[in-house]
């Protein structure tokens, strides 16, 4: 996320201390403050006291669009998942479908728009969604996209719906390097960008906020000062710094710096002493995140308690079964297959949200003893190795999830619910 970010983070620190939880809140959750925030201030409670079975709902949501994408960037997985599903489903969930998950949607503070591949702009009720959405419960807005489709049209509706944050993923400064990288229309997407640059402008709007998304890789490497001079050009708000990983994409060779960590680290620190000295220059600095720099090799502290399995709900892309979205709490397992034709979202709190195998999780998140996953996660070591050695780092967390699976299924017994599906295996891994 973007510039708030950072203010959002101390704003939810301070929300998530004992103190508050054990002082203020409980007086706080009795006040007309709005369902949104109650259910937040709430939900710190039950997470912060360990709750295995939560009457307040998640905050945070993730949800994919659409497996469709107009695009085939060379560092994307659809490459290697359309070879392994002949057979792909776009599940390109619509109004009606988004209108079933109010019971999610009343109490989210955040909903974000991606997840695996698909290119959330191709689902045909975007815009209609996202109306919905905002007029209906006035959701803070997030939509990760290629930005190809985000057209003067789609710019305008947008920032009259006041959508609040759009990345868009560029990870080039020139059309030579985005042809290798991405492989689509550079100068269109750049236009796109200006555009709606100029329409919010015109409109005097501040939102949506525009990041431009920047992995960093041995191809794009030279254009580290570039993509700086152009993220000013088209007055992004902000350019998102992160590394490339070799993953099961288009890419023949691996361009990571996984391996070459100082000339990552080189590259990273000059990212942002570029962007310092400009905005010295200029007298407007231009915001690069993350705020610490994200180096290859370091080591991470110890991850403190973890609160996902209470705030956040993950309905990533399913590509290989009809009406289906992934369900997870983060990106290190996923829990369940959801239809959404098939699946009441009436009972989703009873069946869904307290599902056995969320309650383990919340049971053994932040205890002793930690399920094999969470320890995983939370390992400091593990965090490099992930960058510097991924096929380790694979294998320890294939084992982990086998050992989160077995310890699941001897803790409660689940039971059949209409439209989940327990998944015991990472899909696309
Ligand atoms: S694996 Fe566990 S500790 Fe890591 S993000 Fe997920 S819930 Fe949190």
């Excluded at 920047?214 to 254009?223: D, K, P, S």
């Excluded at 967390?397 to 295996?425: C, N, T, V």
């Amino acid at each position: 996320m973007g510039i708030r970010k950072e203010a959002l983070k101390t704003i939810d620190r301070i929300i998530s201390s004992k103190e508050f939880t054990s002082t203020l809140a409980p007086v706080l959750q009795y006040l007309p403050i709005g369902q949104i925030k109650k259910n937040i201030i709430k939900n710190k409670i039950e997470s912060i006291q360990g709750c295995r079975i939560v009457s307040s709902s998640p905050y945070r949501a993730i949800i994919n669009t659409s497996n469709t994408c107009n695009y085939r960037c060379k560092i994307c997985e659809i490459h290697f998942l359309h070879k392994k599903y002949p057979v792909h489903y776009p599940n390109a969930i619509d109004l009606m479908a988004f209108k079933n998950m109010n019971q999610i949607l009343e109490n989210l503070y955040l909903l974000e728009f991606f997840g695996n591949v698909g290119e959330p702009l191709t689902n045909p009720d975007f815009v209609n969604i996202v109306r919905y959405i905002k007029q209906r419960f006035g959701t803070r807005l997030f939509l990760n996209t290629n930005g190809s489709l985000l057209n003067s049209s789609m710019a305008s509706s947008l920032i009259t719906e006041k959508f609040d944050e759009i990345l868009i993923s560029l990870h080039a400064a020139s059309e030579e390097t985005y042809s290798k990288l991405i492989g689509g229309d550079f100068k269109r997407v750049v236009d796109n960008i200006a555009t709606i640059s100029a329409i919010k402008k015109q409109y005097r709007e501040k939102k949506p906020e525009i990041g431009i998304a920047f992995a960093l890789n041995q191809i794009n490497e030279r254009e580290v000062e570039d993509i700086v001079c152009l993220a000013y050009k088209l007055k992004a708000n902000y350019l998102q710094v992160s590394h490339y990983y070799h993953g099961l994409n288009g890419m023949e060779k691996d361009i990571s710096f996984m391996n070459m960590s100082p000339c990552g680290n080189y590259k990273v620190n000059a990212i942002y002493d570029f962007a310092k000295f400009i905005g010295h220059l200029k007298r407007k600095e231009l915001t690069v995140l993350p705020k610490k720099r994200p180096y290859l090799d370091e080591e991470e502290p110890e991850t403190p308690n973890c609160y996902a399995p209470w705030n956040t709900i993950k309905m990533d892309g399913c590509i290989e079964y009809q009406n289906s979205h992934y369900i997870s709490v983060c990106n290190r397992i996923t829990l369940f297959r959801l239809d959404y034709t098939e699946f009441d979202f009436n009972g989703f709190h009873e069946t869904l949200w307290n599902h056995p195998y969320l309650q383990y999780m919340r049971a053994t998140v932040n205890s002793k003893e930690q399920n094999p996953i969470c320890r995983l996660c939370k390992n400091p070591e593990n965090h490099k190795l992930r960058n510097t050695d991924n096929v380790e780092y694979r294998r320890r967390r294939d084992e982990a999830m086998q050992q989160f699976w077995e310890l699941a299924e001897s803790y409660l017994k689940a039971p059949e619910i209409k439209g989940i599906h327990i998944i015991k295996q990472n899909p696309y891994t």
